[in-house]
């Protein structure tokens, strides 16, 4: 039965303009879950592509590229080497870690070192367990 009422009408009619702006607003959240789950997904999809890359130790975000006479990232390290290769750097970061965790909880820091005419090393310091180590 259909009110005849304009005031009623009128109400009615605001009672479904507000329930389809609410269907809207729900939608479009939803849309935005969506596009935030697809993000995501790239992103994991992205890091599994990039599981053999070695993550640069002094600044945690960028990926090193190591080359027989170089190793470099975009954060500024840059150091000279004597053919080292991908799998040699990441084994002696792997044991270096590895061999500290032994003795220490805490995170060590990487640090790129030069002294006067020294070529750049890499350097691995704790400040709670006082473990320093140059990494060659």
């Known amino acids: 039965q259909m009110p005849e009422d304009p005031d009623e009408l009128a109400v ?3 009672i479904q303009q507000e329930l389809i702006l609410q269907q809207q607003l729900v939608i479009e959240e939803y849309e935005q879950s969506l596009r935030f789950d697809e993000e995501c997904l790239k992103a994991m999809l992205e890091g599994l592509d990039a599981t053999d890359r070695l993550i640069c130790p002094v600044c945690r975000k960028n990926n090193l590229t190591v080359k027989a006479h170089l190793v470099c990232c975009q954060c500024g ?8 290769t991908e799998g040699k750097l990441r084994s002696l970061l792997e044991s270096t ?3 500290h965790s032994q003795r220490c909880l805490h995170s060590p820091e990487f640090t790129v070192t030069s ?4 070529e750049a090393s890499l350097l691995m310091s704790c400040s709670v ?4 180590r140059f990494l060659e």
Do not use: A, K, P, W
Request: aromatic content about 4%.
């Open 115 to 118: 002294g006067m005419e020294e």
């Open 77 to 84: 390290l840059y150091i000279s080497t004597q053919d080292m």
């Open 129 to 132: 367990s006082v473990n320093v």
């Open 97 to 99: 870690l590895t061999e």
């Open 12 to 14: 009615l009619e605001e």
